[in-house]
């Protein structure tokens, strides 16, 4: 309630609530979410003064109570000495290392977390725990915590949905892969894009091709039709030197007439001979016969 309230005033100078300024490492969002609790609520401001201001707008408004943290004004001790455990096994590494603030904020991460090791199980963290000379807090990756003091909290959790940065990462994750499956998506109709113009293209040059085949084909059927004509003229030319080569062979081989003189002769005993008319009575009988 009083978050919510608070952040819908957008007053000047509250910068955000702490669990939507942190970044975690992949793995480490249940550890991180355990250690700080409620502090996951804090509210992160520029100075105190604008802490102050929103005190008392909660107050009129008696919307709750909420913890700030002021950058500018916030006093931060160094980061804990970690050698004496950092090369026991199952030592993760100091969480505020780890651990990321956007908008730069780190030293509220270093005071949030300045003295929290990530450990991966509660037997490390445990074997840890007992070397321990630096007032450390140990966190197990399922949650599990050891305070500097030895006290240790853990269990499971009765609503997992609680988890604010688990909740985060799987949103994060599902994002990133509807990212990729768009991109795998927009890439499929690239593709699919480009194979419809290289299909459209390769339509288009076997259209060309049907045509100049079809022009082809009709030119072919021409030439045929050419070639036949010249063949049946060739055909009839030598059909017809055959004929006269045979008609001067059948000529040269038939037997020789008689001579021409010949001829003559017997185309003169052939006319009927002219009575010689030497006389008067000779004509008169002549006329009688």
Request: hydrophobic residues 35%; positive net charge; proline residues 3%.
């Amino acid at each position: 309630g009083g978050v919510r309230f608070l952040m819908d005033r957008k007053l000047p100078g509250i910068i955000g609530v702490l669990g939507d300024l942190i970044k975690v490492p992949q793995g480490w969002e249940l550890a991180i979410e355990t250690v700080l609790g409620a502090k996951m609520q804090d509210i992160v401001c520029e100075r105190d003064s604008d802490a102050k201001r929103a005190i008392d707008l909660l107050k009129r408004n008696q919307a709750g109570r909420l913890t700030f943290l002021p950058v500018n004004d916030l006093r931060v001790q160094r980061p804990a000495d970690t050698s004496s455990v950092e090369n026991m096994r199952g030592f993760l590494g100091l969480a505020s290392d780890k651990v990321r603030c956007r908008g730069g904020y780190q030293n509220i991460i270093d005071y949030m977390l300045g003295r929290v090791v990530i450990c991966d199980d509660l037997d490390h963290a445990m074997a840890m725990s007992r070397r321990n000379d630096s007032g450390l807090r140990f966190v197990t990756l399922d949650g599990e915590i050891i305070n500097a003091a030895g006290a240790m909290t853990g269990g499971s959790f009765k609503n997992n949905t609680a988890n604010i940065l688990t909740r985060r990462a799987e949103k994060e994750s599902l994002r990133k892969q509807i990212s990729q499956n768009a991109a795998g998506i927009k890439k499929a109709e690239d593709d699919l894009a480009d194979a419809d113009e290289s299909m459209t293209a390769l339509m288009s040059e076997r259209d060309a091709l049907a045509a100049e085949l079809s022009e082809r084909q009709t030119d072919t059927a021409l030439q045929k039709r050419e070639l036949d004509s010249l063949r049946q003229q060739l055909s009839d030319g030598r059909a017809r030197t055959l004929q006269g080569a045979e008609r001067s062979r059948s000529l040269r081989s038939s037997p020789p007439g008689p001579p021409e003189r010949g001829i003559r002769a017997s185309r003169s005993s052939s006319r009927p001979k002219k009575r010689k008319m030497t006389s008067g009575r000779s004509w008169t009988a002549w006329l009688r016969c």
